[in-house]
């Protein structure tokens, strides 16, 4: 679990440096247009969102109030994985080291109690 938190922090450290990098450097428009102008920029976009999409799935499963996954979802789609390196980090701490409370969030109890049956 410790290696999953340094991991999530260096997730979120390398993403603030590269969101202020863009943002202060460059032009997303005009960085945009080129790199959808661009075959490979267009695969690497699809693989991006599919990437969102999917481990949106997964907040979404976790989450038990439609509000907060919606929340995180549009957070996921506009930040990129900023936004999911903090949502790894937050369930980190929440689940207090167990494995199957953070993949489960508050679902653990149901789900285990299911299978048992």
């Known amino acids: 679990m410790r290696l999953a938190k340094i991991i999530a922090w ?5 993403m603030t440096a590269a969101l202020y990098h863009g943002f202060f450097n460059g032009n997303f428009f005009e960085d945009g247009s080129l790199l959808l102008s661009n075959p490979w920029g267009i695969v690497s976009m699809v693989d991006l969102y599919t990437g969102f999409i999917l481990f949106s799935m997964w907040i979404v499963f976790r989450e038990s109030n439609k509000l907060t996954s919606a929340v995180w979802v549009v957070l996921m ?14 369930a ?26």
């Open 10 to 14: 260096l997730g979120v450290i390398t």
């Open 77 to 90: 789609m506009v930040l990129g994985f900023f936004a999911g390196s903090v949502y790894v980090l937050l």
């Open 92 to 117: 980190l701490y929440k689940c207090k080291g167990s494995w199957l409370d953070f993949y489960l969030g508050p679902h653990k109890a149901r789900l285990v109690e299911k299978a048992k049956q």
